[in-house]
Nanobody, 125 residues
Framework: QVPLVESGGGLVQAGGSLRLSCAAS????????MAWFRQPPGKEREFVAA????????YYADSVKGRFTISRDNAKNTLYLQINSLRPEDTAVYYC??????????????????WGPGTQVTVSS
């Protein structure tokens, strides 16, 4: 059973915006930290942003600072990624991830034990 499900991906022109969402499938979030990763075509999965669920502390990859915003809605039990000023190089499958234990290294995918199936974001030039 997939505990996390992403939505909001799609095809958008460069300069446009999208908001990705991540919700739990049949469970309430009890994660220490949640994050977004992405995997561009033919490349490795890379860190995008993370948030500590209880404190709201955020972390961003340098490549997305100022354009991407990670947020969470505790009442709706949902994680978001607002993506602005999209570029063709943002084209990727975007994954939501959760860590149920307090660990360091928020940028490392191996520190997350729950993953969604991903949502495709395609940016046309």
């Amino acid at each position: 059973q997939v505990p996390l499900v992403e939505s909001g991906g799609g095809l958008v022109q460069a300069g446009g915006s999208l908001r990705l969402s991540c919700a739990a499938s049949g469970r309430t979030f009890s994660f220490y930290r949640m994050a977004w990763f992405r995997q561009p075509p033919g490349k490795e999965r890379e860190f995008v942003a993370a948030v500590n669920w209880s404190t709201g502390r955020t972390y961003y990859a340098d490549s997305v600072k100022g354009r991407f915003t990670i947020s969470r809605d505790n009442a709706k039990n949902t994680l978001y990624l607002q993506i602005n000023s999209l570029r063709p190089e943002d084209t990727a499958v975007y994954y939501c991830a959760g860590s149920s234990v307090a660990v360091a290294a928020p940028t490392q995918p191996t520190k997350y034990n729950y993953w969604g199936p991903g949502t495709q974001v395609t940016v046309s030039s």
